[in-house]
């Protein structure tokens, strides 16, 4: 066990009511990295987006998952299929960002592949008398579809998705999440550990101080709520007033009544899924690690279905998207510090907040994939 899982055990070991934040090696080692790909990225399931994003045969997308360049596209038949991106002749990654096709191309000497990943074309392979066509296709990783989410895992005995988030099913089971429409997809990359901004979002403590220029003010630490976590995911909630409406249920919206109408769920679906889902519209980040100091971020939203057809659902989502522009700009600022404070020889990790019982519920989850985690 290397020094940095001893560490997290350790710190793991106490009651929540003593807890301290996660010793510093958890987000500077590289050694603990290594364990994080191996143990978490090459073992669990990995968001790579929303189907919807996906709705046509041949839309694709595409994602590197514990160092494998992996394509996700919808095939012929309607199904979503995840397989290697990586060209079976000499090696060349086949297709890059998102886009739309009718057949895969290498780009380096033009085999082709159809959307099921087998060989339907190589030039000037004739003279090579072992070459068969039908001995190559593209190997294929899980690949399921979750509440209208986009699962990838790369390990074939992973337990099935909607087994292993049941409870999440449960919890919003009448905010229909599956309906919800991406509206905006990007990319970023950040100069910080992954953890460290999947804590950030974990917890809501931060919002007054962080986010005081934008949602700060409209954050009240003692109507927050935090539950402790399952094994695959931990929440918590935040009830929303009017001045977004977006956020509130649709005057339209039978399904949800009292509280719910206006309950914000904060999702952090393990390792790196992390939703925030009002009845009205959605955000969410899916993070992989780029070294201990980056993250690379795949950042989307939307709305549910009641909100897509109101005329003024686009006007209040524009103002929405204007706020989370900011708000990330003020999340940056706070993770990228934190790290830089991480690699301070003089820190050392303090006691959580009753409202950082998600923070601890990670730290589990990320003991027990990594190493030998003593009971709580």
Request: proline fraction near 5%.
């Amino acid at each position: 066990m290397n020094q940095a899982i001893r560490e997290l055990a350790e710190n793991v070991a106490v009651p929540f009511e003593t807890a301290r934040a996660m010793p510093k090696s958890v987000y500077t080692s590289d050694e603990f990295l290594k364990a994080e790909i191996e143990h978490i990225f090459k073992q669990d399931w990995f968001c790579a987006g929303r189907a919807d994003s996906l709705a046509n045969a041949g839309d694709y997308l595409t994602l590197t998952l514990a160092g494998q360049p992996i394509m996700v596209l919808r095939d012929h038949q309607g199904f979503l299929r995840a397989q290697s991106n990586v060209c079976r002749h000499r090696m060349s990654t086949l297709l890059e960002g998102r886009g739309q096709i009718k057949t895969i191309t290498c780009p380096y000497h033009a085999w082709t592949y159809g959307l099921d990943g087998r060989l339907r074309g190589a030039p000037a392979m004739d003279q090579n008398a072992a070459f068969k066509r039908a001995d190559y296709v593209l190997p294929q990783a899980r690949c399921e579809e979750w509440l209208g989410w986009i699962m990838v895992s790369l390990n074939p005995n992973a337990p099935a998705v909607a087994t292993q988030l049941s409870g999440v099913e449960e919890l919003i089971s009448d905010f229909g999440m599956e309906d919800y429409s991406e509206t905006f997809f990007e990319t970023h990359i950040w100069d910080t550990n992954w953890k460290v901004l999947a804590e950030n979002f974990m917890e809501s403590y931060h919002l007054p101080v962080c986010h005081a220029g934008t949602i700060g003010g409209l954050s009240k630490l003692e109507e927050m709520i935090c539950p402790p976590g399952l094994p695959a995911f931990n929440y918590h909630t935040i009830l929303k007033d009017d001045q977004l409406p977006i956020a509130l249920a649709h005057p339209n919206n039978t399904r949800m009544q009292g509280d719910r109408r206006r309950t914000t769920f904060l999702l952090a679906i393990y390792p790196s899924l992390l939703i925030t889902l009002t009845p009205g519209y959605f955000w969410y980040l899916s993070l992989h690690p780029k070294g201990v100091g980056q993250v690379d971020i795949r950042f989307g939203g939307g709305m549910s279905q009641d909100y897509v057809n109101d005329k003024d659902a686009m006007a209040h989502f524009t103002r929405l998207k204007t706020l989370l522009d900011e708000v990330n700009v003020e999340d940056r600022g706070c993770t990228e510090k934190v790290f830089q404070g991480l690699l301070s020889d003089l820190a050392s990790p303090g006691h959580l907040s009753h409202l950082e019982r998600p923070n601890f519920d990670f730290a589990h989850y990320l003991a027990r994939c990594t190493g030998e985690s003593l009971d709580r």
